[in-house]
């Protein structure tokens, strides 16, 4: 990221997750009762686990706001872990002392699972690959942040980028489009993005949401757990952020690394995706209509997802996240111990969801509109709000109007003052009468 960008810290069990978002112009209204949305939209959705039960996420503002609003400077959030209590001697920070050192090991000797090292490590998580990186023996050390309770503090991060974008009138938005092969279908998407929000799994479509939820009981009652697909929709996007020129400034390949970030995401796709390769280049590619109402540029349908050539093209973006299955299963997986290296029965287990494909599109959703954030405030900088959206209002006006006509070679022909009228869509030779050139828009 460059212009806005954001680290959080903290450890799934640890005392609090925090997060600094630097780059926020000054201005822009922020809550924490803004933020405590889309926490509570990522906790819930059915085939979820007790630690939802347990945690009831809001994020405090510390610093970067004073009343109500954002002064410019760099934006600390903590989100308190509730469970933490349960957690104070094995998870706490300053080094133990004999007495406390004593009382986990005798803990650990009567069976208590959270004193217990763990050494069984888990498959399809980082636990193997994690503890031989950093050298651990215990894999806590490894679980603990690599849980997807890091999310938790993505999505306040993603609470302040969607304020942001909403001023400058980019709404975006998630659903579920998939679970475990059950499929939404369009024509059956009858539900307003309210009521999607309000529903079990945040399906537009009823009759596909009721077959998901029979997959995830089939799974939960097979000691398993089940994937699917989110899909992330982006409106009011102008046409020109990011870039051709270089890899590293490409819309799409920043959107695509960021959803491919979140923890339980194995694939990315834009528009059709994968589907593009089926089919013949007449069926897939977008016609491009010409400018409409308020010079609008129209493309008769949005198969490449409001993308092309790594830039946003005015139509709506349009994002999907392949969730894989959650790998703590209920009934765990045979495995290896991290210390002797031998076969175990079962892996390790912790608490478990059966599914989370609609929280993940909330996760989705938080690192799109940090991404949209940041390549908005690259193109129109500002440090202010109000000149941010000035920016943009003349950027989309400008880009509104019918340009001048093209001069072939590039060269403005010189004129006397008896030449009589100039053609349009010429101006009066600048320079030694090249064209003029700046900006990357």
Not at 131 to 148: C, I, M, P, Q, T
Not at 227 to 255: K, M, Q
Not at 270 to 291: K, M, N, P, Y
Request: hydrophobic share 40%; aromatic share 4%; with cysteine.
């Amino acid at each position: 990221m460059g212009r806005l960008r954001f680290l959080t810290a903290g450890e799934s069990h640890g005392q609090a997750l925090g997060v600094i978002v630097e780059g926020v112009p000054a201005g822009l209204a922020l809550t924490s009762d803004a933020l405590a949305v889309d926490l509570g939209r990522r906790q819930r959705g059915y085939g979820r686990g007790a630690r939802q039960a347990i945690e009831q996420d809001r994020a405090e503002i510390v610093s970067g706001v004073r009343h109500g609003t954002t002064l410019g400077s760099p934006i600390l959030l903590q989100v308190a872990n509730r469970d933490w209590d349960n957690w104070t001697g094995v998870m706490q920070v300053g080094p133990l002392t004999d007495t406390a050192a004593a009382e986990l090991l005798a803990a650990a000797e009567e069976g208590n699972k959270r004193a217990t090292p763990v050494t069984r490590v888990r498959p399809g998580h980082a636990d193997l690959a994690g503890a031989l990186k950093y050298g651990f023996n215990d894999v806590r050390n490894v679980l603990e942040r690599a849980s997807a309770r890091e999310t938790a503090a993505r999505v306040a991060a993603g609470g302040v980028a969607r304020a942001l974008l909403t001023e400058l009138g980019i709404e975006v938005w998630s659903f579920t489009a998939e679970v475990g092969g059950e499929a939404v279908d369009p024509a059956r998407a009858t539900r307003t993005r309210d009521e999607a929000d309000a529903s079990p799994l945040r399906c537009p479509d009823p009759a596909a949401e009721t077959r998901m939820i029979g997959r995830i009981d089939e799974a939960r009652s097979n000691g398993d757990t089940v994937g699917g697909v989110f899909e992330v929709v982006a409106h009011g996007l102008p046409i020109g952020l990011g870039s051709y020129v270089h890899w590293d400034r490409r819309l799409d390949a920043a959107l695509a690394a960021a959803v491919m970030s979140i923890n339980i995401v194995k694939g990315v796709e834009f528009g059709l995706g994968f589907e593009q390769t089926r089919r013949f280049g007449s069926a897939v590619h977008d016609v491009i209509e010409g400018r409409g109402e308020g010079g609008r540029w129209i493309h008769r349908s949005n198969n490449a997802g409001g993308l092309t050539g790594g830039i946003s093209n005015g139509e709506p973006l349009v994002v999907r996240g392949a969730v894989k299955p959650i790998s703590t299963l209920a009934r765990p997986l045979p495995s290896a111990d991290l210390v002797t290296g031998e076969t175990v029965d079962k892996a390790h287990y912790e608490r478990s969801d059966i599914s989370v494909v609609p929280a993940a599109g909330v996760v989705g959703e938080a690192m799109v509109m940090l991404t949209l954030a940041d390549f908005v405030l690259d193109k129109f900088g500002g440090d202010s709000v109000a000149e941010t959206r000035d920016n943009l209002e003349r950027y989309r006006e400008r880009i509104s109007r019918t340009p001048d006509a093209p001069v072939a070679g590039g060269r403005r022909a010189a004129r006397s003052t008896d030449d009589g009228p100039r053609p349009s869509g010429t101006d009066e030779p600048t320079g030694d009468g090249e064209a003029g050139s700046g900006g990357d828009d």
